[in-house]
């Protein structure tokens, strides 16, 4: 059975941190890419960050690089994002999800199946 579930998230000012936590199962996951996105309110769904099976390689989105750091312990089936220097923009909802893909297919993939999400909300 597929399961995601985040969290993490909550309410801070402009400039703090927050770590986000992502615990997975489910065959889809065995040997994944990982990854995660967010949205907005009346936005589109977007790609953060993605790392792969080994944690080798990662990539960002261009508005999160140098703020956000995507880390994954396979031991525990978790994938977190750690979030620096939060900005009101970077306020959304954050999703994790993976495949058995390459890192740019991965912030570009659609996904059937999709976890509650877990918000964060970032104050000026």
């Known amino acids: 059975q597929v399961q995601l579930v985040e969290s993490g998230g909550g309410l801070v000012q402009a400039g703090g941190s927050l770590r986000l936590s992502c615990t997975h199962s489910?065959?889809?996951?065995?040997?994944?890419?990982m990854g995660w996105f967010r949205q907005a309110p009346g936005k589109e769904r977007e790609f953060v960050a993605a790392?792969?099976?080994?944690?080798?390689?990662?990539i960002y989105a261009d508005s999160v690089k140098g703020r956000f750091t995507i880390s994954r312990d396979n031991a525990k089936n978790t994938v977190r994002l750690k979030m620096n220097s939060l900005k009101p923009e970077d306020s959304a909802v954050y999703y994790c999800?993976?495949?058995?893909?390459?890192?740019?297919?991965?912030?570009?993939?659609?996904?059937?199946?999709w976890g509650q999400g877990t918000q964060v909300t970032v104050s000026a």
């Open positions: 999800n993976g495949d058995q893909v390459g890192l740019a297919d991965l912030a570009t993939a659609r996904y059937d199946y």
């Open positions: 790392i792969t099976w080994s944690g080798a390689g990662t």
């Open positions: 489910g065959r889809t996951y065995m040997y994944a890419a």
